[in-house]
């Protein structure tokens, strides 16, 4: 009698004189690959010329879930964390752009803090801290003084008379030409 127990673990096989991939029932070969990265590099393509002409201005984007747990009235341990994002955290922008943050918040608890920061972000004008404290939809728009790398620091910050944060945003940043 036939033993039919066994398993097989035929998962990756790769043929480099072929120049087939197989990854369990999806197979690729050389010409699929090159299909995909052409349609990469289209999509990027067009992104670029989308984003240089103020038609798409988005880079990034990013929604959070998040709610923390603590010993205090601010004392705070850790946080629950769900989160998702695409795109460019860091962009190079030229100066005199208009950089914009679109957010949709739904705050239960705290508060979300938003700022833009140049570079490593170690000298932060406190005047340019926003404190989103209620539930809402906005947009923050900032003209970039200096040409160089900046990058949007959005997340949860717990505010008076709240004890934590509990709250979810949606979030998307990009610029638009200089005039």
């Not at 070969?29 to 989308?50: D, E, N, P, T």
């Not at 009235?73 to 208009?98: A, L």
């Not at 949860?156 to 709250?167: C, E, N, Q």
């Amino acid at each position: 009698m036939k033993d039919n127990s066994a398993i097989r673990f035929d998962v990756m096989s790769i043929d480099f004189h072929s120049g087939r991939l197989s990854l369990g029932e999806l197979r690729l070969s050389a010409r699929h690959g090159g299909i995909a990265a052409a349609l990469a590099v289209l999509v990027f393509v067009c992104w670029v010329a989308a984003y240089a002409t103020g038609l798409f201005p988005w880079i990034g984007r990013e929604s959070v879930t998040v709610s923390s747990f603590g010993a205090g009235k601010i004392s705070i341990i850790g946080n629950q964390k769900r989160s998702n994002s695409i795109g460019f955290k860091q962009f190079y922008y030229w100066q005199g752009q208009q950089v914009m943050l679109s957010y949709s918040a739904d705050i239960e608890a705290g508060g979300l803090r938003a700022y833009l920061v140049r570079g490593a972000g170690l000298d932060v004008d406190p005047s340019d801290i926003v404190t989103i404290s209620e539930s809402g939809v906005g947009e923050l728009v900032r003209t970039i003084p200096q040409s160089g790398f900046y990058r949007w620091s959005i997340g949860p910050t717990v505010t008076r008379g709240s004890k934590g944060y509990d709250l979810s945003y949606t979030a998307a940043w990009g610029a638009r030409p200089a005039r």
